[in-house]
């Protein structure tokens, strides 16, 4: 059974820093997408950033572009959210979503392609 654990979440000032981890097990995810969504209180949840295994593709939304890196350790099933220059609007909880080869750079936004989702971590950025 496949599992995302998601890490690394917290409290954070306005133009901090922090690295969100996301560790994949139970399944190989060679062929994978990896991505990251958020939702913030009373807004839906959001695309953030996304990788695929196999081309090393990645997507971004405009939002966090130049802010955020996606990165991933395939050896270790495990991908990367580095957030920098945090804002108070980059409050929310951040989740970690994996899917399989039906994922490609032109569907990486949409969450119903993922199969497979966290528990989310929360972060939260004071002003």
């Known amino acids: 059974q496949v599992q995302l654990v998601e890490s690394g979440g917290g409290l954070v000032q306005a133009g901090g820093s922090l690295r969100l981890s996301c560790a994949a097990s139970g399944g190989t995810f060679s062929n994978y997408a990896m991505g990251w969504f958020r939702q913030a209180p009373g807004k839906e949840r959001e695309f953030v950033a996304a990788i695929t295994w196999s081309t090393g593709s990645r997507l971004y939304a405009d939002s966090v572009k130049g802010r955020f890196t996606i990165s991933g350790e395939y050896t270790k099933n495990t991908v990367y959210l580095q957030m920098s220059s945090l804002k108070p609007e980059d409050t929310a909880v951040y989740y970690c979503?994996?899917?399989?080869?039906?994922?490609?750079?032109?569907?990486?936004?949409?969450?119903?392609?993922?199969?497979?989702w966290g528990q989310g971590t929360q972060v939260t950025v004071s002003s």
């Open positions: 979503a994996a899917g399989g080869p039906k994922i490609t750079i032109w569907n990486m936004k949409v969450s119903g392609r993922y199969d497979y």
